[in-house]
């Protein structure tokens, strides 16, 4: 149906405006995503935990607008959609999904959609423009249907978690070859640091777990990432003139820190994860609303001696967590343990490491709203119920 469809394509082209406007972050996704609840929601779909996320979700993010007396009325309605979507997108998606269906073709779909672009965009940058506000300048990687080359790399790897949820991580030829399409293009074509610092952390993770598992038969799971992962990684330092390259040299020579410190957008995202957590616990969780971070961020600044030097002075945390944490307080807290609760229906080794990767990864440069991240919690929570219709079509 035609809104199914919407939501789907909405939620996984969060920035794409289509020349209708020229905002960084679209509300398709919300707007879609209610509209479809409120023609076919059904009770049954949301659990206590679930609803109880909605409800505290809403709360929170009121509050959180009513004490931001300096902010304006674009970034007072931003924030509310972006919050609230991460609600509507994952329970419309449920309910979908239960009703279809996992729509696999039309995800794959879109992510081929996405490499298209960014292949254009190496042709033509200016082809792409119009389609969504891009951030970047001419020595970074390309951003296809995103802002910027490090949401394009964040979309990449969700969007491949995406894929492999839609079997239950049952490897097939398609869902191969598309994350190894999707991982190549990350690193030649997005070229983004905090991308491949990401992809880092996912083998890690995914590696723990293996090994905790200690069975044969997942050999093949690690051998697969592990061929993708050295494939890539051969192909960007023979890629002498990429950014990330000289980032891998400079690994060779210096320590981690030291990267952090010298990389203008590792610095800054870092920072924007430390000053929020740092700023959260300043204010002892109290709310700190939608217009006092670049405040926050000014007055601890100081306390790190220089280490934190790249990055203006506005209010928007490039953090999902820290997003939560500052701005919502306690309050977001309490939000993130009832949709922890709400996808620990299945509690087992498997999901503990699912969140604990999750929760990881959305503590960098990921946007509130970032809808394909709702689409993977959808997922969690659907696989804990047998009876739903999670197979792929």
């Known amino acids: 149906m035609m809104v199914s469809f919407l939501v789907v394509f909405s939620s996984l082209t969060p920035w794409a405006s289509w020349g209708l406007n020229r905002f960084d972050s679209q509300p398709w996704p919300f707007i879609s995503s209610s509209l479809y609840i409120i023609l076919f929601y059904r009770p049954r779909v949301l659990s206590g935990a679930l609803l109880g996320f909605g409800l505290l979700l809403?709360?929170?993010?009121?509050?959180?607008?009513?004490?931001?007396?300096?902010?304006?009325?674009?970034?007072?309605?931003?924030?509310?959609?972006g919050y609230m979507?991460?609600?509507t997108v994952m329970t419309a998606f449920i309910e979908i999904v239960r009703r279809s269906g996992f729509p696999l073709k039309q995800i794959v779909f879109v992510n081929l959609l996405w490499l298209l672009v960014a292949l254009v965009e190496l042709v033509n940058p200016r082809i792409v423009s119009f389609i969504s506000a891009q951030r970047t300048t001419l020595?970074?990687?390309?951003?296809?249907?995103?802002?910027?080359?490090?949401f394009f790399a964040v979309f990449?790897?969700?969007?491949s978690w995406l894929l492999l949820l839609s079997n239950n991580y049952k490897w097939t030829w398609l869902v191969s070859i598309m994350i190894f399409l999707n991982a190549s293009a990350l690193v030649l074509l997005s070229q983004s640091s905090m991308g491949f610092l990401y992809l880092?952390?996912?083998?890690c993770v995914v590696g723990l777990y293996q090994i905790s598992r200690l069975r044969v038969s997942t050999l093949r799971w690690g051998f697969s990432l592990v061929l993708i992962i050295s494939v890539v990684a051969v192909i960007a330092i023979g890629a002498e003139s990429s950014r990330l390259s000289r980032l891998l040299s400079l690994s060779q020579t210096v320590s981690p820190i030291e990267i952090i410190r010298s990389d203008a957008s590792i610095n800054d995202r870092v920072g924007h994860v430390?000053?929020?957590?740092h700023g959260a616990l300043d204010n002892y969780l109290l709310p700190g609303g939608l217009d006092s971070f670049g405040e926050k961020r000014a007055d601890l600044i100081m306390a790190y001696e220089g280490f934190f030097w790249y990055g203006g002075t506005g209010d928007k945390i490039m953090s999902w967590l820290g997003s939560f944490i500052y701005e919502l307080g306690l309050l977001g807290v309490f939000a993130l343990y009832f949709l922890y609760r709400s996808m620990m229906v299945r509690c087992d080794k498997?999901?503990?490491?699912?969140?604990?990767l999750m929760f990881t990864l959305l503590l960098g440069a990921i946007p509130i709203a970032f809808s394909v991240v709702p689409l993977c919690f959808a997922c969690f929570v659907l696989s804990a119920y047998p009876n739903a219709k999670v197979s792929s079509n």
């Open 58 to 81: 809403l709360f929170s993010v009121i509050m959180a607008v009513l004490i931001s007396s300096d902010a304006t009325m674009f970034l007072r309605l931003r924030s509310i959609v």
């Open 85 to 87: 979507s991460i609600f």
């Open 139 to 150: 020595d970074r990687g390309v951003t296809s249907l995103a802002a910027e080359p490090t």
């Open 156 to 159: 990449l790897i969700f969007v």
């Open 200 to 203: 880092m952390v996912v083998c």
């Open 274 to 277: 430390v000053f929020s957590i």
């Open 350 to 356: 498997l999901r503990r490491y699912e969140l604990f």
